[in-house]
């Protein structure tokens, strides 16, 4: 009798646990595993020809064009990684400073700031790319009608300003996520705490350097994680503001785009390799995992228990 | 004297700035201006939506008419927008169900029964959790075509439906675990069976974190384009965003038309998100706050 029944709780757990598993186990843990062994194949369209060893990432590393086209989208992805930590993370911080005092309003705020975050980012990439319009875009409007007829230009257009114009309507959608992020952070730390420093200093560059940023240390460490593995899984703005190609001339090229452009083809290029898109899955992957485990442990080390 | 007074005046003014008055002054200033950054493009969008071409151009802060909806009309009678909107529903609807059903299911497991693999099965799905997939899209799009249902909606609700699936065991098997044991416990002593105490006793108890990992779920889901980009071509199987750049292609000059459909797309969330802010910023947040 105990027999059966363990066997009927063993059946029990094996029907709940094995369909969840079945779609993890096929639709991620299989496809990534694929991606790695792609990689060491040369291939023709959608079919797998020979084993060729490492040749396909020699080729997206060392050979020309591919070696500049994966240096330039490697530079931009950098880029973007520095300029959203400062513009999504930092001012992030700030904002939950602002919002942590619970000032009048502060409810509105906080829902305001969160807002464009549930946007999805097809939509702000579009918004923006009106606004951004040389002659009718809100920004060259405003910039006229404040008298800077001189600041007004083509921001998609140009090499110097496209690939900032893109990293400021990313700022303005994603900001309000370590926002609210720090705020939860801030929110835990206890009164105890904030009264005994209340005591001792009148300062408020101390209070943030010396507490609250110490105290908010474990949101920091998910929020420049994300903001790493996001900035270099970086494609829906670019695709739409820039273009598969990264116009103009390569200056809003992120590695994102250019696997996809590797990997399916673009309408001027038409030539698909999946070979080499595997490659470049393959070495983004590994160049991921390798600094946001480094960011990681070493923010985590700097995390203090209450 | 006189200059003695301005300037102990300043010195008192200078301290009022500096403490906690003029302090909170200054966030509240940095609070406005942001909080008006954030919005002004969305009212930028909706304004813009209820007018012509022309007056875009001409005044496009004005406040528009609002009973002038010939945009609107274009959009319902001329193109295939609602059919993308249907279509999210459909992909975002199957992908939630499955979700919240098959997590679950493996969060019920886990967190309910101690049996051998467990902390394994369990550490499986979380490894789950930081892979990103779009790196993997090769090895996807070949396995959706040897499935046969690439340019079917069945793709994107299977991808979605595992990409969901470990913040939702995640945050349910974390919640199922502080769960007690006295209700089970005494169902169980009645005779009540395994599906019957997970049906009618827990289930009712997990519902907070049903809503928690849905909101999760739900946004990304909805607003996803790279993985409809991959696998649709069909523009009767588009979903929203996907249908979005159709639609932004073909009106590329009638910019009523295109900030109309911008504020068609943005509605159903924004509306959505304006009713459940809390539950929404609970939720999206949840991976990252712990």
Redesign the interface.
Same mark, same amino acid.
């Given at each position: 009798m105990p027999k059966l029944r363990m066997t009927? +709780?063993?059946l029990?757990?094996t029907f709940?646990?094995v369909?969840?598993?079945a779609?993890?186990a096929? !639709? #991620?843990? =299989?496809?990534?595993i694929?991606?790695f062994a =792609?990689a060491f194949f040369d291939w023709q369209g959608?079919k797998r020809l020979d084993f060729v060893g490492l040749e396909n990432f020699h080729t997206v590393l060392f050979v020309e064009p591919y070696r500049s086209w994966t240096l330039n989208a490697f530079k931009n992805n950098i880029i973007v990684f520095f300029a959203l930590m400062v513009l999504q993370n930092g001012l992030g911080f #700030?904002?939950a =400073?602002?919002?942590w +005092?619970e000032?009048?309003?502060?409810r509105?705020? +906080?829902?305001?700031? !969160?807002?464009?975050?549930?946007?999805?980012? #097809?939509?702000v990439a579009?918004?923006?790319k009106?606004?951004y319009h040389p002659l009718?875009g809100?920004v060259n409007?405003s910039l006229r009608g404040l008298g800077l007829d001189g600041l007004a230009q083509p921001w998609l257009g140009q090499s110097g300003t496209a690939l900032w114009s893109i990293i400021a309507a990313q700022a303005?959608h994603m900001v309000? !996520?370590p926002t609210?992020?720090f705020l939860?952070?801030m929110q835990r730390i206890p009164g105890e705490i904030l009264d005994a420093v209340r005591m001792e200093t009148e300062s408020?560059w101390v209070k943030i350097t010396q507490i609250v940023w110490p105290l908010v240390a474990?949101?920091a460490t998910?929020?420049f994680t994300?903001l790493f593995?996001g900035a270099f899984?970086w494609?829906?703005l670019p695709y739409?503001m820039g273009g598969l190609d990264g116009s103009p001339f390569g200056s809003t090229d992120v590695l994102?785009l250019y696997?996809?452009r590797t990997?399916?083809g673009n309408v001027s290029a038409g030539q698909q390799d999946?070979g080499l898109?595997?490659a470049l899955?393959?070495l #983004?992957?590994l160049f991921?995992a390798a600094i946001?485990t480094v960011i990681t442990v070493r923010l985590r080390a700097r995390e203090i228990q209450i | 004297m006189s200059t003695a007074t301005t300037t102990a005046m300043a010195y008192q003014d200078r301290r009022g700035i500096l403490g906690t008055l003029g302090r909170d002054g200054l966030l509240q200033i940095i609070l406005i201006a942001n909080t008006i950054i954030m919005l002004a493009p969305i009212v930028i969008m909706v304004f813009s939506a209820f007018k012509t071409t022309p007056q875009i151009f001409q005044s496009p802060f004005g406040i528009p008419d609002f009973t002038q909806v010939s945009n609107f009309v274009k959009i319902w009678t001329q193109t295939n927008f609602l059919r993308y909107l249907l279509n999210s529903f459909v992909v975002t609807g199957a992908s939630m169900a499955l979700i919240l059903t098959l997590g679950t299911m493996a969060a019920y497991a886990i967190g309910r029964y101690a049996f051998t693999g467990s902390n394994f099965i369990l550490m499986f799905f979380l490894a789950g959790l930081t892979l990103p997939l779009k790196l993997a899209i090769i090895p996807l799009f070949m396995l959706m075509r040897d499935l046969s249902i690439l340019n079917n909606q069945l793709s994107l609700i299977f991808v979605y439906t595992a990409m969901g699936l470990p913040t939702t065991v995640f945050i349910m098997t974390g919640f199922i675990r502080t769960l007690p044991n006295e209700l089970e416990d005494a169902a169980r002593m009645d005779g009540a069976s395994e599906a019957r105490i997970m049906w009618s006793i827990m289930l009712p108890l997990v519902r907070p974190a049903m809503v928690i990992a849905g909101i999760q779920n739900v946004v990304p889901i909805w607003n996803d384009f790279f993985f409809p980009l991959v696998f649709i071509q069909n523009d009767d199987l588009k979903t929203l965003p996907q249908g979005l750049t159709t639609f932004m292609g073909e009106y590329t000059t009638d910019w009523g038309v295109l900030f109309s459909g911008l504020t068609l797309s943005a509605a159903p969330i924004i509306l959505i998100y304006i009713v459940l802010s809390r539950q929404f910023i609970a939720g999206m947040t949840s991976g990252a706050v712990k």
């Open positions: 009927g +709780r063993g029990w757990i709940l646990i369909p969840p598993l779609f993890v096929l !639709f #991620i843990v =299989y496809p990534i694929s991606a =792609y959608l #700030i904002l =400073y602002a919002l +005092r000032l009048p309003g502060a509105f705020h +906080r829902i305001a700031v !969160f807002l464009p975050v549930v946007l999805s980012t #097809i939509i579009y918004l923006f009106l606004f009718f809100v409007i303005w309000g !996520f609210l992020v939860a952070g408020e474990p949101s998910i929020v994300l593995v899984n494609f829906e739409i994102g696997f996809y990997a399916f999946f898109g595997s899955a393959v #983004i992957f991921i946001a | -």
